[in-house]
């Protein structure tokens, strides 16, 4: 009877080690990057990671589960741990998998804006405020339904002027980063939706001026920002391809251009590093 105990406890532990295979797009993460954790054998419930849970969804294409884990641009490098916590009869267990943060290498900028983007009027800074908490509301809302129905596009054809990250000096006073990819784009360019989803933001907002902002599902958003003139608006579904916009140069810029930008999991992240993951691990 022992025995028969014995090799039941054993076969348990095999079982429950077997059970769930988890596999890490990269355990070496640069701050604001994006990394994927793919389950097989049962879906996790979610990635521990820097004090956030980053959810498992199921794969739309392919076996399996999914979480997109991200990093906050400020995070300093550091050895760190992602705990994968998931079910098993009811009963929460872990599995901690060690994950380097290193030290992104992102250049510096100098710019010279307008005055009043680079200084602030207490009113300014009260509008600033608010559509900062708005914006993280809205990041931070996982929507269930994923729209996403094929491999991310480029918000335009362009060449990049200025690479995501960069830390900015604005009129040798504000200190701040680059938080999307700016495109080259004249006023009057079309500007498409990258993928499938929901328009949540279609407004004038200080730093991104005209822009509009998409939940895709899933904690996954894209930014197109600096607009003359809205094609959309909150609440419309639009298609990969369809016009969002016209480009502008509205807000806090040097010029006409195009900014975009991606939000995952509450971070907002490169959104080119985000693209290939994305495109290349779940399509
Ligand atoms: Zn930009």
């Not at 641009?73 to 741990?81: A, S």
């Not at 009963?91 to 992104?104: P, Q």
């Not at 004038?204 to 904690?219: E, K, L, P, Q, T």
């Not at 369809?242 to 939000?263: E, I, K, M, Y």
């Amino acid at each position: 009877m022992l025995k028969l105990v014995l090799v039941l406890i054993i076969s348990t532990i095999l079982f429950a080690k077997d059970d769930l295979v988890l596999k890490f797009s990269s355990t070496k993460v640069a701050n604001a990057k994006t990394f994927m954790v793919e389950a097989k054998g049962k879906k996790p419930e979610y990635v521990a990671f820097l004090g956030k849970r980053f959810p498992f969804y199921e794969k739309p294409y392919g076996d399996g589960y999914y979480a997109l884990v991200s990093t906050n641009y400020y995070q300093r490098p550091k050895h760190t741990k992602a705990v994968v916590v998931y079910l098993e009869n009811g009963v929460k267990r872990y599995r901690s998998f060690a994950v380097d943060i290193v030290k992104g290498e992102y250049k510096k900028e100098k710019l010279t804006v307008d005055p009043s983007k680079a200084k602030f009027s207490p009113k300014d800074r009260a509008r600033i405020a608010k559509e900062a908490r708005e914006a993280k509301r809205i990041y931070n809302t996982y929507t269930p339904t994923f729209y996403i129905d094929e491999p991310f596009g480029y918000p335009l054809h362009s060449k990049i002027t200025s690479s995501f990250g960069n830390s900015r000096i604005f009129n040798g006073i504000l200190k701040s980063y680059h938080s999307g990819t700016d495109f080259r784009a004249k006023t009057g360019t079309p500007i498409i939706a990258t993928n499938s989803g929901v328009v949540v933001i279609a407004k004038n907002r200080f730093f991104a001026g005209n822009s509009v902002v998409i939940d895709h599902g899933h904690g996954i958003y894209t930014g197109y920002y600096h607009l003359s003139k809205f094609k959309v608006k909150v609440g419309d579904f639009v298609h990969k391809g369809d016009v969002v916009g016209l480009s502008g140069a509205t807000g806090r810029v040097t010029g006409p251009h195009l900014h975009f930008s991606v939000h995952v999991g509450g971070n907002c992240v490169d959104p080119l590093q985000f693209l290939e993951l994305v495109n290349g691990w779940l399509f």
